[in-house]
């Protein structure tokens, strides 16, 4: 078995920043820290995103994934440790500087994030238009067009959010997200409040740009069942720190109860000693009757 080659650092440049070489991943986290004010919500954690492969990040609810992915791109940035992008430290970029970095992710919404008064053709267009000149029309005509095909919607280009389903309303916001050809697609609960065949449709389609277009994936998600199939890697965060790292087979078997207790859906005994507790009845019951209209 070959043996694993040693990261190397590069020594820090002075005129361009520090540097890290890309054998180290596409993204790096460096000892990431972010509080709000006394509330620590990641606690010095250290993460390499492999390039081309699906990283998804689990976790309860308050856990830090939806703050840990928008440090990603910097929508938030950190109270303390670095951010590095293709071997680039931009943790300390000004906004003008991060807005050409970030013109290569793409971001799905939890919630889609459509604009209502703007159809799906400019919903699509709308990352394009805000930063390039747009010289020939009809070259975006046929740019839409080709991304709605990816996400099976071709022929919706007039159609405008109200007219959509929520799964066709979440397939739309993913053309969108791929409009700019991204090399990585962040994902924040992609398949929340879709039914089971919607979900699986997003899985498909999240599986399908990694493997058509190449892109980096980075999932946050409570669906195991979305987890176990898309995932390369499953990074589970817990306290603000990660507690599991690795395959689906990993974290199935990973020994950690929390870990446990998360993938199965379990409530822990304390919490269910306080849910089946007797709690306190009151003799005197409301009725419709007893309010003034």
């Not at 839409?144 to 066709?168: A, D, I, R, T, W």
């Not at 199935?252 to 822990?268: E, S």
Request: hydrophobic share 40%; with cysteine.
């Amino acid at each position: 078995m070959a043996r694993r080659k040693k990261r190397k650092v590069k020594k820090e440049d002075e005129n361009s920043g520090s540097s890290i070489s890309d054998g180290d991943g596409i993204i790096v986290l460096k000892d990431l820290t972010k509080k709000f004010s006394d509330n620590v919500v990641l606690d010095n954690i250290s993460l390499t995103v492999e390039k081309g492969k699906t990283t998804v990040i689990i976790g309860p609810s308050g856990c830090g994934k939806t703050v840990l992915i928008k440090h990603l791109i910097l929508l938030l940035r950190p109270s303390s440790g670095e951010v590095y992008f293709k071997g680039r430290r931009i943790d300390n970029m000004n906004e003008i500087e991060l807005n050409k970095i970030r013109i290569r992710f793409g971001f799905l919404f939890q919630g889609g994030a459509l604009f209502d008064s703007l159809s799906v053709a400019d919903n699509i267009t709308f990352p394009i238009r805000q930063h390039f000149k747009i010289k020939h029309w009809n070259q975006y005509d046929e740019l839409v067009k080709n991304k709605l095909s990816m996400v099976g919607l071709e022929g919706f280009q007039s159609f405008y959010p109200s007219n959509l389903s929520g799964g066709q309303r979440k397939r739309v916001a993913l053309a969108r997200a791929i409009a700019l050809n991204p090399e990585v697609i962040l994902y924040d609960e992609p398949t929340t409040g879709l039914d089971p065949i919607r979900s699986d449709v997003i899985n498909e389609l999240i599986l399908k740009l990694q493997r058509e277009l190449g892109v980096t994936s980075v999932v946050v998600t409570h669906d195991m069942t979305s987890a176990y199939k898309i995932a390369d890697r499953i990074i589970m965060l817990h306290n603000g720190k990660i507690i599991a790292d690795g395959d689906d087979k990993h974290i199935r078997n990973h020994p950690h109860p929390v870990v446990q207790q998360f993938i199965h859906g379990q409530v822990n005994e304390d919490d269910l000693a306080v849910l089946r507790a007797s709690g306190t009845i009151f003799q005197t019951q409301f009725l419709p009757d007893d309010f003034e209209e």
